[in-house]
């Protein structure tokens, strides 16, 4: 009697398992489907975002360069970004009626990118579809703005005086041949008129600052030096770090005027623009002590600072920058412009 008893109580604790057993697959099923397809959710959320960023940041910098022609392109490139940052290269993107705003210098445009796949613009559920829920569309936004820059951190504690842009004004940045000059102290005046050196010696000067940069404004007149050297416990700037500039295009902002001279000088920003710095002598008799983009040898077509004179040597540059430091406004246009998302 006893093993007839055990017998049905086992019969009957392995039917209790399995129930419970099937009972937990289907949660742990529930879960896994859950898991697994917002996990596909949040991951094509993530790529429609950085899509329509790229989008958004690559109308405004088409803008930016050609304001004419852009809007014609922006459907094409709005797109190709959309989708080249899609896993599978498939985004739908549009450009919602009334966010593209194209002004002479200034503007803005709002991308909207959404889920495309290649069985239609939903995305499947591998799992959860099992469990009745139909497939998801997504979608992303984001906006640009372009425009001039008004105010922000400067690239170097640098400052050239307006009528040297004038004199010569931005090249394309893909120029092969760009026309270079040269801004110089001590013997000889600047290159592009003695008028323009005069404004302050060389035609240039250092601003105050920090990390050998300024935060500054158009319109804003700003303490700093003039003088080859810049004052490392002023702006935290000196020729070695110089140095490591050559070569690249820095945003820096222009003076109208300037008052005093040597450490007590004062400069009144007018604007800002782009400039390629391809060479600098700080020290040193000779051209030769010179240092350029490239390596410390004179290239042939290159002239050299004349005599005893130093100065730095570079050209404007049409620029467009992804400025996160700088504010968009009203201002004078100086061939930079600033690309930055808003939204």
């Known amino acids: 009697m006893r093993r007839l008893i055990r017998k049905r109580f086992a019969r009957e604790e392995r039917?209790?398992?399995?129930?419970?057993?099937?009972l937990g697959l289907t949660a742990l099923l529930v879960v896994l489907a859950f898991v697994v397809d917002v996990g596909l959710l949040y991951f094509e959320k993530a790529e429609l975002q950085n899509g329509a960023d790229s989008a958004a940041l690559a109308v405004a910098q088409e803008c930016a360069l050609h304001a004419s022609s852009c809007e014609a392109d922006a459907d094409d490139i709005a797109v190709g970004y959309s989708g080249g940052n899609a896993n599978d290269d498939l985004a739908n993107a549009v450009i919602?009626?009334?966010?593209?705003?194209?002004?002479?210098?200034?503007g803005?445009?709002?991308?909207?990118?959404?889920?495309?796949?290649?069985e239609g613009a939903a995305l499947q559920h591998p799992l959860a579809s099992m469990l009745g829920l139909d497939p998801t569309t997504l979608d992303a936004q984001s906006t640009a703005e372009w425009g001039t820059p008004v105010g922000?951190?400067?690239?170097?504690?640098?400052?050239?005086?307006?009528?040297?842009?004038?004199?010569?004004p931005p090249q394309e940045a893909d120029t092969t041949n760009p026309t270079r000059t040269w801004l110089l102290i001590n013997n000889g005046p600047s290159p592009t008129g003695a008028s323009c050196a005069s404004g302050a010696p060389g035609g240039f000067g250092w601003l105050d600052g920090t990390n050998c940069s300024s935060t500054i404004s158009i319109?804003?007149?700003?303490?700093?030096?003039?003088?080859?050297?810049?004052?490392?416990?002023?702006?935290?700037?000196?020729?070695?770090?110089?140095?490591?500039?050559?070569?690249?295009?820095?945003?820096?902002?222009?003076?109208?005027?300037?008052?005093?001279g040597g450490s007590n000088a004062t400069f009144t920003i007018s604007r800002f623009a782009a400039f390629k710095l391809t060479g600098l002598k700080t020290s040193g008799g000779a051209p030769s002590g010179a240092d350029f983009c490239g390596g410390s040898v004179l290239p042939p077509s290159?002239?050299?600072?004349?005599?005893n004179s130093k100065g730095i040597q570079g050209y404007f540059v049409k620029y467009v920058d992804l400025g996160e430091d700088f504010e968009v406004g009203e201002g004078p246009e100086g061939g930079l412009s600033i690309v930055r998302l808003i939204g």
């Open 96 to 106: 919602p009626s009334g966010t593209f705003v194209v002004n002479a210098m200034s």
């Open 219 to 260: 319109d804003a007149t700003v303490p700093g030096e003039t003088g080859i050297q810049p004052n490392i416990n002023k702006n935290g700037c000196d020729a070695d770090v110089l140095r490591t500039k050559l070569c690249q295009t820095l945003l820096i902002p222009l003076y109208t005027s300037h008052t005093g």
């Open 152 to 168: 922000g951190t400067t690239q170097l504690a640098l400052t050239i005086a307006e009528c040297e842009f004038d004199d010569l």
């Open 15 to 22: 039917g209790a398992i399995a129930v419970t057993v099937a």
């Open 108 to 118: 803005k445009v709002t991308v909207r990118s959404s889920t495309l796949t290649e």
């Open 302 to 307: 290159i002239p050299g600072p004349p005599g």
